[in-house]
């Protein structure tokens, strides 16, 4: 394949296929990781705020405003090579389109949904869960779907059994995971190349959608019949679950934008616009993911037919 940006052909490199051995503890080694991440949430808050106390809640926040992105830089940097080498394989549309979604829903997600800046280690966090499903299960839809619904998984957990310190399922910080996936996700593919996937089956595809509708669906009838309410305004309790109901939220958001004691304006979303926007993002993302491993996947003729929506059966 001819890299436009060397002037000379590269081949990426394809994974070797892990043994029955490594791919256990592989997968040990991934679901530890997570675990770690999922119930170790709140031992880490309590150890960040005797940080701050030491140091003082502006240096820290300046700190991590700084180390973040420097960090986020230099992995970036020393990828670099390899990036050049794959993006020659996905085209040069393709691979700009690829890094403006990566990089730009993070950008957004900071922006718009991020009260301190600890919570871009969202990013980080997830992106390695990403990168590591990828060596998992080299399918980008499949990792997506599952990395994103860990993410949600990791979220719940926190409001269901300490909703004393979370008063909300936190929408904001699922959208930041998911984002953080889809970083990961799009590092792999252009460190190794789209010679690296093997797609499991056009039907896990499909079923993906469905399951997001009917998930919707469901949400939609247990709200409507009371077994699911949003919100309830000015509650004090300490339990998630409220008469013969599950509440999304044991506080009211005052208003539209809130403002930190920095000045940084940041909107916490509702459980309808969080899981709106999970539908749109989820399912925008697949579709641009499966385009991608198709471009890819074509330009190396490692498997022409993959079409959209004609993915291989396995």
């Given amino acids: 394949m001819f890299d ?49 106390r030491m140091f003082g809640s502006s240096a820290m926040e300046t700190f991590l405003f700084w180390f973040f992105p420097l960090l986020a830089f230099v992995v970036l940097l020393i990828a670099l090579p390899r990036f050049r080498r794959s993006i020659g394989q996905y085209g040069a549309v393709a691979s700009i389109l690829a890094w403006s979604i990566a990089l730009l829903l993070p950008l957004f997600s900071y922006v718009a949904f991020i009260l301190a ?27 997506f779907s599952i990395g994103t619904f860990m993410g949600a998984i990791d979220e719940a957990y926190n409001y269901f059994f300490f909703p004393m310190f979370t008063k909300y399922l936190d929408f904001n910080d699922i959208v930041l995971n998911c984002s953080g996936v889809m970083l990961g996700i ?12 093997h797609l499991v089956s056009h039907r896990v595809f499909a079923r993906m959608y469905f399951a997001v509708y009917v998930g919707l669906c469901v949400f939609t009838l247990m709200a409507a019949t009371g ?3 949003f919100s309830i305004a000015g509650s004090d309790a300490s339990s998630v679950i409220v008469g013969n109901s599950l509440v999304l939220s ?18 916490v979303m509702t459980p309808v616009e969080g899981i709106l926007a999970l539908a749109v993002m989820i399912t925008g993302l697949c579709m ?27």
Avoid at 186 to 197: A, D, E, N, R, T
Avoid at 254 to 267: I, P, T
């Fill in 4 to 52: 436009a940006f060397s002037g000379h052909k590269s081949e990426s490199k394809v994974i070797p296929e892990l043994s029955v051995c490594k791919k256990a503890i592989s997968w040990c080694g991934f679901l530890g990781f997570f675990l770690a991440n999922m119930l170790g949430h709140q031992a880490v808050s309590r150890i960040y705020e005797q940080i701050v």
């Fill in 117 to 143: 800046n600890i919570e871009i280690i969202h990013f980080f966090q997830y992106a390695i869960v990403g990168c590591w499903l990828m060596r998992l299960i080299p399918d980008p839809i499949v990792a």
């Fill in 186 to 197: 799009v590092f792999f593919l252009f460190f190794y190349g789209p010679k690296s996937l």
């Fill in 227 to 229: 077994f699911i309410r």
């Fill in 250 to 267: 044991l506080k009211q958001i005052e208003s539209f934008l809130l403002v930190n004691r920095y000045g940084k304006h940041y909107h």
């Fill in 288 to 314: 641009f993911l499966n385009w991608l491993t198709y471009r890819g996947l074509k330009n190396v003729k490692a498997c022409p037919e993959c079409a959209y929506g004609q993915r291989k059966s396995s």
